[in-house]
């Protein structure tokens, strides 16, 4: 099970917010390199860069932000990233600049020829990105609730190419009430690519109810407030992780 620490960036800073709301925002940090750096120290074998302006603009805007956690970074772990990425040329970019993976989330709702497309051109480097309250996915920095099932959306996708699934329940992401683990464990269930689960981790007992369904296809987590907040030891974690492998 691999656990991914979340730097979300918004203004610059690194930040979390409240079930999505920008207007719910605690910050972090200042500098987000340092803050790459301090989960790089911690063990961190990857990393889960949002670019929380940009879900809401339709396009980056964190890109400075973005680059200067990459420089830190270099090679050492992969980076993923989402949030406002709406065309070919900006996953071209980012994947240039050495960003390896790159998460759809909104454009893969409104445009699946957009993502069937980015699959083709860049196979090996997509994911999409799911966000769903009540079973609905939602779109536009989670400020729009459309009417698809996660699932019936996942397995469309699942055909177009895409390398996994990150899966957020927006009910509970921020608000350190537990993850929705039998929610991540249907949709994994239905799939045949992997399933990272997101949204609400509380603490150790979510990463070890995890670990026992690991072999269902859930393959990692994302870590957010949780470890911001000391209420997750992120290397213990990962320890304990480590020890529960099938």
Not at 50 to 55: K, R
Not at 143 to 149: A, V
């Amino acid at each position: 099970m691999l656990l991914i620490p979340a730097i979300d960036l918004k203004d610059g800073k690194c930040v979390r917010l409240q079930q999505g709301d920008m207007n719910a925002s605690t910050t972090f940090g200042d500098d987000p390199a340092a803050m790459a750096r301090r989960w790089l120290d911690a063990g961190a074998r990857r990393l889960h860069l949002v670019d929380l302006n940009g879900a809401f603009a339709g396009k980056p805007v964190n890109e400075a932000a973005v680059r200067a956690i990459l420089r830190e970074v270099g090679d050492q772990v992969p980076v993923q990233l989402g949030g406002g990425i709406r065309d070919l040329d900006t996953i071209e970019r980012y994947l240039d600049d050495g960003i390896s993976t790159i998460i759809i989330g909104t454009a893969a709702v409104k445009n699946p020829g957009f993502l069937k497309d980015a699959c083709s051109a860049f196979g090996g480097h997509v994911m999409v990105g799911l966000d769903a309250k009540d079973g609905k996915v939602a779109t536009d920095g989670w400020s729009k609730l459309t009417g698809h099932l996660v699932a019936d959306l996942a397995r469309r996708f699942q055909d177009y190419g895409v390398e996994g699934v990150i899966y957020t329940d927006i009910g509970r992401d921020g608000m350190l009430t537990g993850l929705n683990i039998d929610a991540t464990v249907r949709l994994a269930q239905s799939l045949t690519i992997p399933v990272i689960a997101s949204g609400g981790l509380a603490g150790l007992a979510d990463i070890e109810r995890l670990c026992e369904i690991e072999g269902e296809g859930v393959s990692g987590v994302i870590c957010g407030r949780a470890i911001y907040t000391g209420e997750l030891d992120f290397t213990a974690a990962q320890a304990r992780a480590d020890e529960l492998a099938p």
